[in-house]
């Protein structure tokens, strides 16, 4: 959601910028702009719609030249996206550029009080307030106005400054908002996301809240809240840029779905040693783990339909009773969580706002917790008691694929590893290594099998709305299909409990209405094949994901996505794979924008 860049060094900014904000494109915006220190000026440029049109605006960095600067894509939320609501935002004195990712609460009250004072307003943005506040307070020393600006905010956000009187110098400020510094040679960085980074520099500083930096090109310096100098250690980004890129596919979703068999080996295999799950990052010795009651997992979206589907398994291997819960809903909710109570929370980026907000309450409450992310040093990571993480690598495109399916791999790994610790194992455990171990060559099988999808998806993309239906854990993988496909393809899919059909949903069915029945599951098979028959009387076209040699189904449906024979326990990872290439190729029918699908950000920082 939004995305922010900033450099200093030797090099003309404009270009350095401009490539750093077109790889954050997949976050999500409606417009977007940079501010380039040309001498003791701040030269600005800004656009509505995609950074193609700021580099032909600016002969890509040319017309802006200087060697320091900010850029940002922004994410409409105060006021429509116009290029006067565009970030970088000026001071009126012309002397500061800021650029801003989150949402400033209170700025409703400072904007008054600025008002009053005499400042004039350009946008109708939040974030103007914020370079107001750093006229207000500058008094020839830029680190005490940033210090006593950040100190009036109230609420999430990541800001890049710029001031004409210091040249060759930006700052960072973060507060529940991601933000990272690069750390080159002769040259420094800030960004929203490595992604923006690598291909200048593997070197990073994670910020924390509460923490700003001054960045010039020969040195980084991190402040606490006080403006007391912070030591922090450089990290290493291990992937390269090379990652990022399509490599020859003509969607980044694409390429993260073929990814997949890649991606889930890479989250199994170092996990199992000597026939055993083993996590490192798991300090939880067998007297905690039995003192565990009870699992909550809770997440937002795609990683909220990983819980759903991890929920089950378990419950089935592990014998704990687990409760799946949004976020959103659980920071409202007053749970009744107490110190018997495992927390789970899983978000690819690790900086998504309502899981932050759900782990801090839990944890007050008395909850170990432990995350589920992708994103090395990010804030739920840091946050949690244990991070765990899925080892994806970039995921780029917004509708998550293989950040799916590492976290539900991720899932099945702790439900082994529980199962096997508390005995529930026995005599079962080859079994288990042995099922998960084959993961990603059935995931590998389920792409090749369906080679007739592209087929199906002119078939059925005219409709104007699709219903998903299952039973356990086919229920949970057809909520996760249902959302790719609206989320991508834009047509109204649903999915339902097969169960519920005669409760209320079986009225909407029709001639030709398109069920996509998801029967994977052994113990309901025979329950989904009469919920088949059932829609099939009133007119519907079925296409059923099944097993291939599943003689049954196919006897009954119109058509067929089809996985290879697995362990039904670990069956779900591998269905998701066909309704994901489903999603991919109606989209392509509808000639839809599938990396950067509609009002969706990659990274929801904001409520």
């Known amino acids: ?63 802006v030249p200087g060697s320091t600067g900010i850029g940002h894509t922004r994410w409409a939320t105060h006021g429509a996206p116009t290029e006067k609501n565009a970030h970088p935002h000026l001071s009126n004195d012309g002397r500061f550029a800021v ?68 040249p060759g110098k930006i700052y960072a400020v973060r507060e529940s908002s991601p933000l990272i510094l690069g750390v080159g040679v002769q040259e420094n960085y800030f960004a929203s ?9 593997r070197n990073v500083i994670y910020l924390e809240d509460g923490e700003f930096a001054e960045i010039s090109g020969d040195q980084v310096s991190v402040y606490d809240c006080l403006g007391q100098p912070i030591p922090k250690k450089i990290a290493r ?41 083993f996590f490192e990052e798991l300090k939880l010795s067998d007297d905690e783990l039995r003192q565990i009651t009870r699992i909550v997992i809770t997440a937002c979206g795609s990683a909220y339909y990983a819980g759903c589907s991890g929920k089950y398994v378990l419950e089935q291997l592990a014998r704990i009773p687990v409760e799946v819960e949004l976020a959103s809903e659980l920071r409202y909710s007053n749970p009744l969580i107490d110190d018997h109570t495992l927390l789970i929370a899983i978000s690819q980026s690790g900086e998504t706002a309502d899981t932050i907000a759900a782990i801090k309450e839990c944890k007050k409450r008395g909850a170990r917790t432990l995350a589920i992310v992708n994103v090395v040093g990010s804030t739920i990571a840091q946050l949690a008691d244990y991070a765990v993480y899925t ?5 780029i495109a917004v509708a998550t694929t293989k950040g799916f399916t590492t976290q539900l791999s991720v899932l099945y790994l702790l439900a082994v590893l529980f199962a096997d610790r508390l005995g529930y194992l026995v005599g079962r455990s080859a079994e288990m290594i042995a099922a998960l171990q084959q993961i990603p060559m059935y995931i590998q099988q389920a792409i090749d099998m369906n080679h007739r999808i592209p087929r199906l998806a002119n078939k059925y993309h005219k409709n104007h709305s699709l219903f998903f239906i299952g039973r356990n854990t086919d229920y949970a993988i057809a909520l996760e299909g249902a959302l ?18 005669k409760h209320g949903t079986i009225a909407l069915i029709e001639d030709h209405q398109p069920v996509i029945a998801v029967c994977c599951n052994p113990a309901v098979m025979e329950k989904t094949m009469n ?24 006897s009954a449906a119109d058509d067929f996505l089809f996985i290879p024979d697995v362990n039904p326990v670990f069956a779900a990872v591998i269905e998701i794979i066909p309704l994901q290439l489903l999603a991919y190729y109606t989209a392509k029918e509808n000639k839809c924008d599938i990396d950067k699908p509609r009002n969706l950000a990659k990274s929801v920082t904001v409520e």
């Open 391 to 395: 080892w994806a690598g970039p995921e």
């Open 484 to 501: 790719k496909m609206k989320e991508i393809s834009y047509l109204h899919a649903e999915a339902y409990a097969a169960g519920e059909l």
């Open 1 to 63: 959601m939004c995305g922010i860049v900033g450099y200093t060094g030797v090099q003309g900014a404009a270009p350095i910028l401009l490539e750093g904000l077109q790889k954050l494109e997949y976050r999500g915006y409606d417009s977007a702009g940079i501010a380039v220190m040309e001498d003791s000026r701040i030269l600005v440029s800004k656009v509505t719609g995609r950074i193609v049109n700021l580099c032909e605006k600016t002969q890509n960095g040319a017309a």
């Open 237 to 277: 980004i291990a992937w390269d840029v090379q990652a990022a890129e399509k490599g020859g596919y003509e969607h980044f979703m694409l390429k993260e779905i073929m990814e997949q068999p890649g991606a889930v080996k890479a989250t199994i295999t170092p996990r199992i040693r000597d026939g055993r799950v």
């Open 193 to 201: 996301d490595v992604t923006a980074l690598v291909n200048h520099t």
């Open 99 to 166: 650029v801003h990712n989150g949402i400033i609460e209170n700025y409703r009250a400072l904007r008054e009080e600025l008002i009053s004072k005499g400042y004039v307003f350009e946008s109708e943005t939040d974030t103007e307030v914020i370079v107001h506040l750093m006229e207000m307070y500058y008094h020839g020393d830029v680190k005490e106005a940033l210090i006593r600006t950040s100190n009036r905010l109230h609420g999430s956000y990541a800001l890049g400054v710029i001031c004409s009187e210091e």
């Open 531 to 554: 919920n088949i028959i059932e829609v099939k009387a009133r007119g519907a076209e079925v296409l059923a994901l099944t097993f291939r040699n599943n003689q049954k189904i196919v």
